[in-house]
């Protein structure tokens, strides 16, 4: 069956440009996670949906992120005004609901480059 | 606050020798610990996990982990490396169905 994708895989940005990020968790996956890796690092939590429910954004880094999930499926992470510091790989987790550990299963990344 | 530390940041073993990575962890309660293996260009793919119980799991691809709460850590093991094991290997701690804290990983190489 289909995993988690995402969109698109690579991205450059130049300084000061919008992105967004998609996400396509595995199908009837209630919990949706966002982390970020940084180069060389492992990787951390950003937020947190149970279903379109944002549960959790304490770990975004500035008010320039934010995520929606509108529908409770796919979700969208953007950044305004992009800086250097951005620069990571983005990755996506959903896992099938919240009671009970289900694991999460990870998307392959979207690698974000500021210039 | 929970957190995870790997010591070792990158790990060189000749095919078919064993490895050990090592990983310690801080966690209020009984902690939930997973262990994941990233290759390049590809997302984190679960190896084993750690809730209660026995404290040897076992895992896929032949990985096993050791939960030893007196020494706060969960090292994984395997008993003879292959040149596909090449890797980046990281710990988790979290509760369930939340957010997973990782450690800074372990970059695994694997020579002939």
């Known amino acids: 069956g289909a995993g988690v994708s995402q969109s698109p895989r690579y991205k450059v940005a130049k300084r000061g440009q919008d992105v967004a990020l998609r996400c396509d968790p595995i199908?009837?996956?209630?919990?949706l996670f966002w982390y970020q890796q940084a180069l060389g690092q492992g990787p951390e939590f950003l937020t947190y949906f149970q279903n379109e429910a944002q549960l959790d954004k304490s770990g975004l880094p500035s008010d320039r992120f934010f995520a929606e999930r509108p529908e409770g499926s796919v979700s969208t992470l953007k950044i305004q005004r992009t800086q250097q510091e951005d620069s990571a790989v983005y990755l996506c987790?959903?896992?099938?609901?919240?009671?009970?550990?289900?694991?999460?299963?990870f998307g392959p990344g979207t690698r974000l480059t500021v210039l | 606050a929970q957190s995870v530390t790997q010591p070792d940041i990158h790990i060189t073993v000749s095919e078919g020798a064993s490895l050990e990575l090592r990983c310690n962890y801080s966690y209020g309660a009984t902690p939930y610990l997973f262990w994941y293996v990233q290759s390049p260009g590809q997302g984190l793919q679960l190896l084993l996990k750690y809730f209660s119980g026995d404290t040897l799991v076992q895992g896929i691809k032949g990985f096993e982990a050791e939960f030893k709460r007196s020494q706060s850590s969960f090292n994984l093991r395997k008993p003879s490396v292959h040149w596909s094991d090449a890797a980046e290997y990281f710990c988790a701690v979290g509760p369930s169905g939340y957010a997973l804290n990782f450690g800074k990983g372990t970059s695994l190489l694997v020579t002939p």
């Open positions: 987790a959903s896992s099938l609901e919240v009671e009970n550990y289900n694991e999460q299963f």
């Open positions: 199908s009837g996956h209630v919990s």
